[in-house]
């Protein structure tokens, strides 16, 4: 079956109201080596954190998630909070203040604000919210998540067309290689041709001996191996890329091509071939960074 890419990065929204409840769930999605989520409940709702976490997490997998809520509740049972005071914590703030501003010798200006500000002198009391309500809240956040994942198909649609180009240069540079491979190893004779002549008469040489060392020369500087890995490991993230587009995998696979091209640019010894490596892993870059974008 074929899977399509999708990008890491992504917006959704959606939105929900009825009689009761009115909630609104904004979800923007950044690059991220694993599922992290920011989810951003008000405090009467903490309780749906750990199943809105697992749930994002099943239809996300992977990036930076912040999930954030505009929510007003419509129903004046629930809209309406009532406030508590600890009036035992007020009394002991002020005696405590007023002591220290006695000690410090400092004047203690506008004690009502300053007692007002030790937290838990004024709270809310907790908020009743029907289970219907929950589910609601619930059912927008997943709504939200599935047009973030359509956001995510659209540019992953943009991102699978760049790194298949990207692809094809490699492979263009490849096949140059090829062809340079006749020129290379008539250099590489004449090299070493050249370096014994300056050393040695050529009436002395054992042409037989010179021919076997060549021969074992050659073969230390052979590519051959490398390139058909290199071919193998393109037609790889091609086929990755159809059926399991991965960012984590398409980011191994181009580990392994960018080992090719550097142990092709090192053994090819001569010039042109290593201006193909050199192109070859300029486009490499590229993928790199569009892969780090993948879910």
Not at 57 to 83: F, H, M, V, W
Not at 226 to 241: C, S
């Amino acid at each position: 079956m074929k899977e399509e890419i999708k990008s890491m990065t992504g917006f959704g929204r959606a939105a929900f109201e009825n009689e009761w409840i009115k909630v609104q769930c904004e979800i923007k999605a950044l690059n991220g080596r694993y599922f992290e989520a920011d989810i951003r409940l008000p405090r009467f709702l903490s309780e749906l954190d750990p199943s809105l976490r697992r749930l994002l997490g099943e239809k996300l997998e992977r990036g930076t998630i912040t999930c954030s809520y505009n929510i007003k509740l419509l129903d004046p049972q629930n809209a309406q909070q009532e406030l508590q005071v600890n009036q035992a914590l007020a009394k002991r703030s002020l005696e405590t203040l007023t002591s220290l501003s006695d000690f410090l010798g400092v004047e203690f200006k506008d004690p009502f604000r300053e007692i007002l500000k030790v937290p838990e002198v004024i709270t809310t009391a907790e908020r009743e919210i029907s289970p219907e309500i929950k589910e609601k809240i619930v059912e927008v956040t997943l709504q939200a998540a599935a047009q973030l994942n359509e956001f995510r198909l659209v540019e992953g649609k943009a991102t699978g067309e760049k790194l298949r180009s990207l692809i094809d240069e490699i492979s263009v540079e490849l096949m140059a290689i090829e062809q340079h491979e006749g020129n290379r190893r008539e250099s590489l004779k004449e090299r070493v041709y050249g370096n014994v002549l300056d050393h040695v008469s050529e009436n002395l040489v054992d042409m037989n001996r010179l021919e076997q060392e060549l021969l074992i020369y050659l073969d230390k500087w052979d590519i051959a191996e490398e390139k058909q890995r290199l071919g193998q490991h393109l037609t790889y993230f091609i086929e990755t890329m159809s059926k399991e587009p991965k960012g984590r995998k398409l980011n191994f696979i181009a580990q392994e091509m960018g080992r090719e091209m550097n142990t092709l640019g090192v053994k090819s010894n001569f010039f042109p071939m290593q201006q193909c490596a050199v192109q070859m892993k300029e486009k490499l870059e590229q993928i790199k960074e569009q892969v780090m974008n993948i879910v």
